[in-house]
């Protein structure tokens, strides 16, 4: 169905070689393969994903705009086997990861990708919020099925980082960092998050929802007060616009090159790679943990990616779960 | 909204002092304090719950008839606090576990449960399927909400064995048993099984479905072959039928016994329990634990409740997943 419509915009872009530029549904219908009523389930899904059609009765469809950022440019531009191989775009959506969550619940393989140009309720972890202007970041969130243990999840949280602070680098200059367990910083302020979220049983993961917000070319001050401060973007960092579809295939190969190197390595490489990146090992750092809250050295993380604390006793606190801040 | 419900079968169950047994909606409507379209609803919930309740436009509505088991007989019968403050009872559904995991993204409380008289696509653990015929046996999900990380949802598993091997002990001769990690046996045939699902981050747990079946009255006959000769039922084995809404007020009161001891004093206690049923120590088995298959003796449980499976050349492995069989 997504060939379709990739096929649709490349016949309207190239026109009929007159300079009325439609192009009958007719003539649509045949070249595709497809019935009338087909066509214009596709035209119509394509307005949703950001192109500007006009329809005529006499005259047929023609392409009288598209948005920079559109699931048909982006699916166009991907180099990946797996990663995006179905790609599902919004001009605008609740939250990419819940549209995940029951796009996967509902069958959807691995791989398939749902990006939007903004979120009118992005997620954060911990049930804050992700701020989500239009026109200007990336928000995505990619459905992964790895056979394994729920506790083996938080390896994809690991790998996620390491795959966003990859291509993070590989558009701006300054090495990127992360903050425990996958936030992705430049110069001590957040390019990016990750949410990972999965469905599963107790000792089984049906699936996961590798959720993906990166401040690409917006401004720090089209940020509220409270997170204006400790947020950044590409743009910001490296002086210049990112093109974001360019952006969004840097991301998902990276991704996939992880996730393939997850499957047949496990573990030990994603983390090595990881610390590569972590730069508050013997910092004073504060963890709040399920309301608890922890202050020490940071000794580093432990084989399965735990923080470990040292607290002023001397005691190492190894922790699971929360959010690392300078101490 | 299901106490007016409630209030209504009360209502019409005494009926107006007079021969005809209707209630006009004008009564029903005053003695809830709600308008006629609200009756009309609980009406019309009514009958999806099992109550056949006639409607006459001069008469107004007359109680006919009602299943015996019904969401508001199950609702009235409840002892409970937490467990079953919301019940969804349907007379037939896809899946109970479904229906909850629904319920719960959408934000119901912890300890709303589903229930059904029947499933017409009954989950069972690693996609199996729960034979689930009508008018015999209890299919249940429950929605639990603990603040803990992923991993920690296993406990839950070992807690609702716990619950129902207690509550199949209350109602049915014989000590039950557990075979690793969940289901509930009686003279080594299948009297019950659980399903536990989450929905979580990689850190912390959104909330768990404790999807709950027991073979209550079914005769093994009823089920298909490959089943038949592993399966049992209460009534088999107490030689009576057993009442489903007592068994399923007993079943929510263990649940949320044992769920309390779990809140206030951790894992130890439930694992303590749960061994007191665990039978297969020092026997032979075998485990499928993602398409690997472990052949040994058994050698008990850890303290996370993994089994250890000591093989022939005497090593003992930890297993967190799988399927333990008789060996």
Known sequence: MQEKEVE???ILRAGPGNEKKYVSGQA??????????????HISNLRKMGFLIEASPSKGYSLKGEASFNGVEIRSALTTGTIGKKVFFYPSIDSTNIKAFELARSGEPEGTVVIADAQSNGKGRIGRRWESPPGVNVYTSIILRPDCPPQAAQNLTFLSAVAVAEAVGAVCP??????????ILIDSRKVAGILLEMDS????V??????????VNMKAMMLPDPVRSIATSLAEKS???????HFVRTLYASVEKWYKIYLMEGFGPILSAWKGYFDAEGKPVKVISFNRSISGICAGVDESGALLVRDPAGAVVRIISGDAERG
């Open 206 to 215: 049906h699936f996961v929802i590798a959720g993906i917000g990166v401040n």
């Open 174 to 183: 300054g090495r990127p960092t992360v903050k425990w367990p996958n936030d």
């Open 8 to 10: 649709i915009v490349r």
């Open 201 to 204: 049983e107790a000792d089984r």
């Open 239 to 245: 002086g210049h616009e990112v093109d974001r579809t």
């Open 28 to 41: 649509l219908s045949s070249r595709l393969g497809v019935s009338r009523t087909a066509v214009w389930k």
